[in-house]
């Protein structure tokens, strides 16, 4: 008899977070930066008339799940868009080359 391989039972994942943490830091630039193993996210809350941002939350991650984050925006985006409208950006928004 051959041995057949078995499939390890799916665990649920149960997520905790801090009554702090569900209320959010809002943010309306990012910062990217990377190295050969890691992607770091610098997200800025940037106020009109104001000099200074600073960073409210700065998330490090592997270019593995980086590239996963950007799939789920791109489908959220998608499914945004066909439920309320195209997003649309102005001249001075999106990435600079």
């Given at each position: ?6 499939k390890?039972?799916e ?12 209320n959010g ?9 990377h190295?050969d ?7 800025l809350?940037v106020?009109?008339?104001?000099p200074?941002a ?6 490090i991650t ?24 195209a ?10 080359h």
């Amino acid at each position: 008899m051959a041995d057949t391989p078995t499939k390890p039972p799916e665990v649920q994942l149960q997520v905790q977070m801090t009554e702090e943490v569900s209320n959010g830091q809002y943010s309306n630039l990012v910062l990217t930066n990377h190295t050969d193993s890691e992607f770091v996210l610098d997200f800025l809350y940037v106020q009109p008339q104001q000099p200074l941002a600073r960073v409210r939350s700065r998330i490090i991650t592997s270019p593995r799940h980086a590239k996963r984050l950007l799939k789920a925006l791109q489908e959220n985006v998608q499914r945004y868009e066909a439920r309320f409208g195209a997003i649309t950006l102005g001249e001075d928004e999106g990435p600079k080359h």
